[in-house]
Nanobody, 118 residues
């Protein structure tokens, strides 16, 4: 089992930056692919970014490519989402997820709110 806890959300001005963290419990963190999704009010949850268990492979949604960077530190059981050049449309609850491979997500965190003001 993997328990995920997100942190780092908050209120930021458009054009600003935020780093989200997701701390994972369990000794098998390094064997999981990790990802970030987001859900804006009135919208469905959408994929943002994912990273392989080794960190050698990443994938991004078109809407965030070039602005967001996903990374992980297996020694700290933590995955990060560095968010730059934020836009009001990035406002959402951001969720951390884990799975045996990218696209097969089985564990979810509770989410952290990111609000981007214009």
């Amino acid at each position: 089992q993997v328990h995920l806890v997100e942190s780092g959300g908050g209120l930021v001005q458009a054009g600003g930056s935020v780093r989200l963290s997701c701390a994972a419990s369990g000794r098998t963190f390094s064997s999981y692919a990790m990802g970030w999704f987001r859900q804006a009010p009135g919208k469905e949850r959408e994929f943002v970014a994912a990273i392989s268990w080794s960190g050698s492979s990443t994938v991004y949604a078109t809407s965030v490519k070039g602005r967001f960077t996903i990374s992980r530190d297996n020694a700290k059981n933590t995955v990060y989402l560095h968010m730059n050049s934020l836009k009001p449309e990035d406002t959402a609850v951001y969720y951390c997820t884990a799975g045996v491979r990218v696209g097969v997500w089985t564990h979810w965190g509770q989410g952290t709110q990111v609000t981007v003001s214009s």
